[in-house]
């Protein structure tokens, strides 16, 4: 290796630090949680906390003014890559917060879920910054076999068991399918760099039909991980089963890594055969509107209620894709990250209202929370304003960025569809509004939860109504992004 090369790959580990930084800390942590005794294992949690904000100032500080590839084209940075892996390690941090009093409610309080989320988001990071079709793979990977794990971390519980069956099967077959239109793709243009792959796509060979088999294959998977119908049945049964701080987990971090994923592959890779797959998520995005807010509404079950959310909210945001123009990934990328950030106070209230065995799953167990508590009736009501679409909270602006986007493409009837199955949407999250406060409460036991994670909901609730008021900031970061 000559000295310029070896500069080369200096630099290149330089951008890596997030990424050796957080895959050495989970190491260490694993090694640290052999060593605690039972009574001590919050201490892991507290760790792993501090690890993804240390991270994320790492990622913070790294100067990032254009897109660089390094590490022989397997890495690249730019500043997508910084948002999202910010967004990233704050989210998951939040979510190790939300999670550990409900561990200990339920004995199940051990290092490995923390663990297996450090290396999940670690595999997150990776896909984020993926400059290859190999790196993005085993970022993928990585991440959904702890997922997988994490699913099934609580033993005891056979329907989380028999869900981690169902994601295992069902998540090894979508992988497979998006490992078979990567192959095709590499046959077509020669390359597994996302670059080379987007400038022979660019010279020549958009309407290939080996391409379009190739990108037929890659949205089976990409619609998978985000849950896009018809790809979408894992969603509600996982949601469901899974120990809820695990729902949360995959609710918000695992749909930031699967939204790199696709801007990876669709806008950046396949820039040149946008007309191709813009036409079959169009398909993706009308189903995942119609029927994740039509069977949402006869759900009982809140988790199930938020899984049949989480599939219309994503038919919203392939809406910014299929536009095919950078205001629609802005639009997109923005929709994303607060979608994100109000599922995460969503299923944190479901959190701070369970307790041992009781899971505070249903939607009735939300009756008369304003004469238990108005604070938290108040926060609940903002999270379902936002979701619903209602101004001024932070929803109203996504909904409002991606309509407008299809519309600068001439997709009037799109624009309306999306429109009209937004007032459908609202009734099932109006409900639980009516439930909080026009209801007598079925439960009246005191809510509990930690200080640190009041403080912490409370915050995150607050900040949705902050972003609602004044979006401007989080739009400046998506359209930066984009530059």
Sequence with gaps: MNAFSV????????????????????????????????????????LAVVTLLIDAVFVVMEPVSTRMVVLGGMFEMDRMAQVLKLATLLIVAVVFVYSTDYLRRRAILKGEYYVLGLFATLGGLVLISAGSLVTLYLGLELMSLCLYAMVAFDRESGIAAESAIKYFVLGSLASGTLLYGMSIVYGVTGSLELGAIATAVQSGFSGNVGLLF????????????????????????????????????????SKLAAFALAMRLLPEALAGAQPDWS????????????????????????????????????????????SGSAQGYQAAMFYMVSYVIVACGTFGMILLLAREGFEADQLVDFKGLNARSPWFAGMMAILMFSLAGLPPFVGFWAKLGVIQAVLNMNYTWLAVLAVLFSVIGAFYYLRVVKLMYFDDPVDTATIGGSLLMRTVLSMNALLVFGLGVAPASLLAVCQRAWQ
């Design 279 to 322: 036409q079959m998520l169009v398909v993706l995005s009308v189903l995942s509107i119609a029927i994740g807010n039509i069977v949402a509404v006869a759900q009982t079950n809140f988790k199930r209620t938020l899984a049949y959310s989480t599939i219309s909210h994503i038919g919203y945001i392939l809406l910014g894709f299929l």
């Design 7 to 46: 500069a080369e790959f200096n630099s290149g580990l330089g951008l890596a630090v997030p990424e050796i930084f957080l895959g050495i800390a989970a190491c260490v942590l694993l090694l640290m949680d052999l060593l605690l005794p039972e009574r001590q294992r919050q201490w892991t949690g507290v």
């Design 214 to 253: 190739g990108i037929a294959f890659l949205i089976v998977g990409i619609g998978f991980k985000l849950g896009a119908v018809p790809f979408h049945m894992w969603i509600p049964d996982v949601y469901e089963g899974s120990p809820t701080c695990v729902t949360l987990f995959i609710g918000t971090a």
